[in-house]
């Protein structure tokens, strides 16, 4: 009897004995666990504080890249330090517009990088998912707006080569109607060819006595030479002496000798003169 209770006794022993050593083993594995579950929260958080914060420079750099008319009044200024874009306003509208679309280009490809690094690092979580989800369609209302934009560029351009062709209509317009405003015609001759071309008659005067010359009012385009009085102020007149026969006024012009057989007719008050189209001097 006392040897079958010591052999009870030492089997209760030996199980107690792999009782605890399995328990302990349990344990151990349990605390193993509870440190790599730990450190791998640990690493979870570490990624997950650094895709926020890469998710907020992105963002940072989405609201840094200006649209609508800001493209245009954020442009740098001409006394800017750095190069300017050559070539016109319009020019550098579109070349800014291309530099928002390298943007938006560049902020698209680190929002796929940071996807994919997540994805590969095994980071699933709901709210990350939906600020990635959140830029690409901030990503997608730039380039809406940037394509509203060359739009916009591209309309104004035509109006603007629209406005430019009326402006040189409206110039050229300009031009004809000061020239005509600017030019008289003037013609030169003796009593005897005045007359014969009909720039002049005889008027006045009794019994074909004391008749004085006077300007017919008759416009004959051959007998005139044009002057535009915007370019050219001087006239030569071939003669010992001239006489002004039409109306113009005498304070517009002086008439003086400026050598043998010359006189020189000079226009002091453009405007004035110009009231009267045609100047007829009589030489002698």
């Known amino acids: ?93 579109l070349t800014r517009i291309a530099t928002l679309k390298s943007a938006i280009q560049r902020t698209k490809d680190r929002i796929e990088d940071l996807d994919s690094r997540l994805k590969k690092s095994g980071v699933k979580i709901h709210g990350l998912e939906r600020m990635i989800a959140g830029l690409r369609k901030s990503v997608g209302e730039k380039e809406e707006r940037i394509a509203d934009l060359s739009t916009q560029v591209d309309t104004l351009q035509t109006r603007v080569a629209g406005l430019n062709t009326e402006v040189e209509v409206q110039q050229q317009v300009l031009t004809e109607k000061q020239s005509e405003l600017a030019t008289i015609y003037y013609t030169i001759g003796s009593k005897k060819d005045l007359t014969r071309s009909g720039v002049v008659e005889s008027k006045g005067g009794v019994l074909g006595l004391g008749k004085t010359l006077k300007p017919s009012g008759v416009f004959n385009e051959a007998a005139f030479t044009p002057l535009n009085t915007d370019q050219e102020v001087v006239i030569q007149i071939p003669s010992e002496k001239a006489q002004v026969l039409s109306a113009q006024p005498l304070s517009s012009y002086v008439l003086q000798p400026v050598g043998k057989d010359m006189v020189q007719l000079r226009i002091v008050d453009p405007k004035e003169f110009r009231k009267i189209k045609q100047l007829v001097i009589l030489t002698t």
């Open 1 to 93: 009897m006392r040897r079958t209770g010591v052999f009870v006794l030492a089997l209760v022993t030996v199980g107690l004995v792999v009782a605890t050593a399995v328990s302990y083993s349990k344990y151990r594995k349990s605390v193993a666990d509870y440190q790599q579950a730990t450190a791998d929260q640990e690493a979870m958080r570490g990624r997950y504080d650094r895709a926020v914060g890469e998710i907020v420079s992105i963002q940072d750099s989405l609201n840094a890249i200006v649209l609508g008319e800001d493209a245009v009044k954020n442009m740098p200024a001409q006394n800017d330090v750095e190069v300017q874009a050559p070539g016109t306003l319009h020019d550098q509208v």
